[in-house]
């Protein structure tokens, strides 16, 4: 019978240093909980001498990543360095040491999750990863157990705090872009390069790793059609809230017969939906399924204590497991059937902004242009026109239209003479 | 190697009739997701020459309980027959025979919980309930595992569609509770004996059962301070619009140090929090954790689709683990320390609406009474005065109070002579 659980930690950043502290100040409560105590044996670290708010016994630490993936003492390793590399390589070597496995890192499990799962599967070696999408709110294990047996037709869902929480400035203090991503940085709410958060990159490994849990599938980021968040305009959201829309940036997949179609990008959401209300750093995810109906899923996204709540709920169940003698890696089961519908093929109503001169005729000739690519429109605001530059605003909501004829519309807009500028173009979901 | 697992079912109503239809439907998708197929070998019904629309061969029917129960082929048995008794038998007899127990029954659950999961601990018999609270939203799994290394400080929840569904359309309808309890009935949504749900009982249970795993507790309904929403006047809604509330029947529970205050009653809460919005049949469970923060499940609280998501869902948890071979009972572990805080400590602000004569002094009379007691008022509305009657309406907000001293309050207010009515009495959560 085992005394006690080891833990190897690899990474004691912003997260891991939230583990850390979890497992050292509620080392009792988490004893009781998993019935055996769990102690942390070994960290891997960038610098040993590095000081640090911590309180993480400086014998613990090692630069040497073996000493983690290794050591004899360590039963569960949790991966908290982030990135691609060495962290998939790390814990591909932790499973094959036959070590369980806990990670928050969604960019490896969203490129690499179904031959690491493949993986720990063949070695019996549960590898866990609720805290890679949603932090502390249950996705994860929601969707692996609780709606096994529904068919799940649709996901829409904020995973992004950075991007919503510069959107959620933007709208309500009628800022520009740029101005709104500078002070989020001096407030440090966005890493350095922004690129991950902005361009819709961290959004789509999420949904990537939803939607395999969702579809049983072994999607990639690649099969996710992705457009970030910084061409939008303060004038957009004046246009959405005349409509009635919120502008949000929305991960969406969405399931027809064997066809998924993924995509981030900016929507306009009706301003009474439930998403056009998650303000600031918040994260929601709704899922449509057929038995349980619509769910949806709220709390914050991101920062050391939330994700450890993640980290730890799959510490405790693995250390349950092992106190009980019993192995509980669940097995995958792919649907073969599955594909990735091309974005050409999507259908969504569309927002396009343009800029004209304002004379006659100009928006008959849009008309014409949008009706030969069968594209219908819903609705029309022409305003603001500048006297001295005589030109105009014209704002166009259309009916449902496929993003193939869209796109070859939009080509046609730019070319026509009487359309200065395509300004924006947002899809609408609704 | 077992070849398929057997089912049996105690009670063909509407859930039970949801979750035989999905068994049968969807044979394949479970079988796949289960490892080995998951085949109905029995049935307990009432009558068993009854017409029904769910396909089940009439060779499965019977209205011997121990035909189910004692079945040879029979692993799981789903409980879905409802009420305390002879539920609560049917479920100990089940563990007793060494079968697992998948139940929907808040009742036996918030009653006798404790009692059921222990015996079915020491039969290493898993006895699951996920569908007894919120239907189809993962709650029983996510505070089980996912909050597990969580200190809850409170559960603030809408757990009964009913109600919330009445509630809804007084507020936006401006009718009284009277008749629109009638017009739910016509509609169906009201069950014959509308106490239950009314009076705020059912959703007392769920409580219970919600509070217990929050808590690692024993608590039963007793514990559940409880008022229902029929003394909601449709004036009462209007008076919570105009100082900025929505009026709903919360279930709530907090804790402070090692004192849990649980109470089932109707609140005004701030238009804007998110549970003000929650419209209705739906349901909405908000949880206030240290770690992960402020957590928000939303979805649909009943149906026969809904449960038999919950319940498959723990079917397939159970069918996986017997097809690994491998027992996955948790174990309890109570927190001993947890007591209840009896009602008359709990301290809240309260809207008061009194009806007294229209002369001069009133005001002054009643705020004595309300500063005798320690109660603040934070602001006051009269008006409506019925010149014929010559009575006026008065509305008070309080500061924080403890309960205890409001209800002494209470009765010297109704003994005074300058008061006609305490017409309502609303706690405030903000």
Known sequence: MKKDIGIGLLGLGTVGSGVAEVLVTRADSLAEQA??????????????????????????????????????????????????????????????????????????????????????????????????????????SSFQQDLAANKISAIHAILNGTTNYILTRMAQEGLDFASTLKQAQELGYVETDPANDIEGIDAAYKLVILSNLAFRSKF?????????????????????????????????????DDKVEMRVHPVFIPQDSQLAKVDG???????????????????????ALRASSAVMADVLAIARNIYRGVNNVPELRLNQRVTVKPMSEVTTRYYLRLNAPDRPCVLAQISQVLGDNSISISSVIQKESDLAAQTAIIVIMTYPAEEKGIQKALKQLRQLPVVNEVSNFIRVEV
Chains 1, 2 share one sequence.
């Open 35 to 140: 019935g055996l105590s769990l102690i942390l044996k070994k960290v891997l670290v960038r610098d040993v001498n590095k000081r640090r708010s911590v309180k993480v016994s400086t014998n613990l630490l090692t630069s040497h990543p073996e000493e983690v993936l290794s050591h004899p003492e360590v039963d569960i390793v949790i991966e908290l360095i982030g990135g691609e590399h060495p962290a998939k390589e790390y814990i591909e070597q932790a499973i094959t040491n036959g070590r369980y496995v806990v990670t928050a890192n969604k960019e490896v499990m969203a490129k690499h999750g179904y031959e690491l799962l493949s993986l720990a599967g063949k070695h019996n070696a549960d590898l866990r990863y609720e805290a890679s999408v949603g932090s502390g709110i249950p996705l994860i």
């Open 281 to 303: 750093v918040y994260n929601a995810v709704e899922v449509e399924t057929d038995l349980a109906g619509k769910l949806v899923f709220y709390g914050e996204g991101a920062g």
């Open 220 to 256: 990639v980021p690649q099969d996710v059609y992705r457009e970030g968040i910084s061409n939008i305009a303060a004038r957009d959201f004046l246009y959405a809230k005349e409509f009635g829309y919120a502008i949000k940036l929305l991960a969406i997949a969405k399931r027809a």
